[in-house]
């Protein structure tokens, strides 16, 4: 058997990191857009799923630095956790164990305080025209 899930989407909310021992572990989710056309009036409709993950050491670090609706590709296992809730209902918590957690959103820095941004120095090159052009 094979367990291995991918996910790209939007973190839902500040990643919540804390010490587990000797390492540190983050909990966090991953809005995954959606969708379909709908086949009787045509029309898209946008859906949202949810996912949990948990990251250890390293990853968790990583991910802890991020920001809400900040783009990330996720990859890992899917795990469980069985627990009892207050009215001893048996419940199962279905959740992503995160093996690597790849950012993918471009950030702008801003170029007066000294910073330089690789894609806004690539954009304004492309603009200029004469040089070679992408072929993308």
């Known amino acids: 058997m094979c367990n291995i899930v991918t996910v790209w989407g939007r973190l839902g909310a500040q990643p919540e990191l804390r010490d587990a021992g000797s390492s540190k572990v983050a909990n966090f989710s991953v809005a995954i ?26 990853s968790a670090e990583k991910v802890a630095a991020l920001e809400k609706g900040e783009l990330v590709l996720v990859e890992g296992q899917l795990d469980s956790k069985d627990w009892t809730d207050k009215h001893e209902q048996k419940r199962t918590d279905v959740f992503i164990k995160a093996n690597r957690i790849k950012p993918t959103t471009i950030r702008k820095r801003n170029l007066d305080d000294g910073g330089s941004s690789e894609h806004s120095e690539t954009t304004e090159t492309a603009s200029a025209g004469n040089e070679k052009k992408i072929p993308f």
């Open 33 to 58: 857009n959606d969708g379909y056309k709908d086949k009787k009036t045509g029309d898209w409709v946008d859906k949202t799923i949810w996912a949990r993950v948990t990251a250890w050491g390293y």
